[in-house]
């Protein structure tokens, strides 16, 4: 069975800091890319940062140097650290799961407001 788990999202202050986590089963995360998107009010889904099996990650120009994506393998769930956010970080945030053979998995979302 096929479970993606997405939590951390809330409200915060510009400035402040939050913690998205996402967990997979064991069966979708090995050897998958994880990525988290966003999508705000009005606007078209965008890709926020992805972490491949091999740890290399890569980000928006939008949130580099203030988000962080890693992954533990051994409990098959990734981290995106976000600090310094601001109110134009606000959307709905989900996790995605890309597999070698291109089968994809989305989270439910979390909602993160970033009050100014």
């Known amino acids: 069975q096929v479970q993606l788990v997405e939590s951390g999202g809330g409200l915060v202050q510009a400035g402040g800091s939050l913690r998205l986590s996402c967990a997979a089963s064991?069966?979708?995360?090995?050897?998958?890319?994880m990525r988290w998107y966003r999508q705000a009010p009005g606007k078209q889904r965008e890709l926020v940062a992805a972490i491949g099996s091999d740890g290399i990650t890569n980000y928006a120009d939008s949130v580099k140097g203030r988000f962080t994506l890693s992954r533990d393998n051994t409990k098959n769930t990734v981290f995106l650290q976000m600090n310094s956010l601001k109110p134009e970080d606000t959307a709905v945030y989900y996790c995605n799961v890309l597999q070698p053979r291109g089968m994809e998995y989305w989270g439910q979302g979390t909602q993160v407001t970033v009050s100014s």
């Open positions: 064991r069966s979708i995360f090995s050897n998958s890319i």
